[in-house]
């Protein structure tokens, strides 16, 4: 298959496609530098929102029916031969040890690196629809394809990995993050509420509550083997959340 050959490229998705039961046909869609301009395209009518564009919800969801029977797995996509394609698709952890009902919005990604070996739980991020238009920004090599087509061969190019788990804090881990960073936001459920984690004057853990300006202590036995921290059953911290 020749990259610089859009027909071909095409003709490649719609099998890979059918394969997955999504229906897809070459027909007219407006140029990506013209809408007033048609041109012969990828159309994948369950995959477009009413603007005939490609929906992000959709692509999420095909990634999630991949990971709902291996929540634990990464959803890897990469073209052969073209550099900077990795990405890795994983259920947020945090919404998995909480017992959450999960959807397709549960889906992160990473893509800072160049080899899986390099993954890190802290890199990863929720998806962002302003960054998304036809898909993702492509990078080079991809030649005369669309933006849709460079997208949707990157994501057709999957397989399903072990993700290493993550790893969990230590008090020693946390205290050391605070002498660094200063006082670390933690989910208190309540928007109206703040709350920190900081030093005691002894230089230990503490939770201080913005509400009622009280300050809990937390040890160890806050800190899961699941790369959180919990305070009365849940999670206020996570090492996915990029501390």
Known sequence: MQLNNPLEVMNHLISLLAAEGVEA????????????????????????????????????????????ANPRKGFITEMPGVPNTLNVYTINPCKLDA??????????????????????????????????????????????????????????????????????????????????????????????DRWKLRLSPAGTLVLHKQSDDSQTPITHANINDMGGVVLDGRTIMHRSWNY
């Not at 013209?34 to 477009?48: K, T």
Request: charged share 25%.
């Open 99 to 192: 017992g959450s009902e999960l959807n397709c919005w549960d889906v992160m990604v990473w893509c800072a690196g160049s080899s899986i070996d390099s993954f890190n739980w802290e890199e990863c991020v929720e998806g962002d629809d302003s960054a998304w238009w036809e898909g993702w920004d492509i990078p080079h090599g991809f030649g005369l394809l669309s933006r849709r087509v460079a997208n949707l061969l990157i994501l057709m190019h999957y397989k399903l990995v072990e993700l290493q788990p993550v790893k969990p804090f230590s008090e020693a881990e946390l205290i050391q993050k605070v002498i660094s960073n200063g006082d670390l936001y933690c989910e208190s459920g309540d928007h109206t």
């Open 25 to 68: 046909f070459i027909g007219k869609v407006a140029h990506e530098y013209d809408v007033n301009e048609l041109e012969d395209g990828l159309r994948i009518p369950a995959w477009e929102n009413d603007k005939q564009e490609l929906s992000r919800k959709a692509v999420y969801e095909f990634i999630f029916a991949k990971l709902a």
